[in-house]
């Protein structure tokens, strides 16, 4: 498996709410709901730090399960995530530009 690395899509606006880290897509409005792992990803998610890194670092400590697991389950949501433009991934480091208005962290 390749190195992965994952940023947020600038263009989505992004809020913690009630603990829940709700996000409204750019591209059609649409709404989605966080979970604790997905949020955990998306805070992580600065485009220069490998996926790898962020589950040991961040999501195994967090969570009771193994590290080959919780990668291959991260890669998964990360590519679900990409693909409805939430987030981006890439094999190299993605430079990500100043947030823009309206996108919290």
Do not use: K, Y
């Given at each position: 498996m390749s190195r992965l690395y994952v940023s947020r899509n600038?263009?989505v606006a992004a809020r913690i709410l009630d603990g829940e880290?709700?996000?409204?897509?750019?591209?059609?409005?649409?709404?989605?709901?966080?979970?604790?792992?997905?949020?955990?990803?998306?805070?992580?998610?600065?485009?220069?730090?490998?996926?790898?890194?962020?589950?040991?670092?961040?999501?195994?400590?967090?969570?009771?399960?193994?590290?080959?697991?919780?990668?291959?389950?991260?890669?998964?949501?990360a590519r679900e995530l990409a693909r409805h433009e939430i987030?981006?991934?890439?094999?190299?480091?993605?430079?990500?530009?100043?947030?823009?208005?309206?996108?919290?962290?």
């Open positions: 600038p263009r880290m709700m996000i409204m897509s750019g591209r059609d409005s649409s709404l989605f709901t966080l979970n604790r792992t997905a949020t955990i990803l998306w805070q992580s998610a600065d485009g220069v730090t490998p996926l790898e890194r962020i589950v040991e670092q961040r999501i195994c400590p967090e969570f009771d399960v193994e590290p080959a697991q919780a990668l291959q389950d991260a890669e998964t949501l987030m981006q991934i890439s094999e190299e480091p993605l430079l990500q530009p100043h947030s823009s208005p309206g996108v919290g962290r």
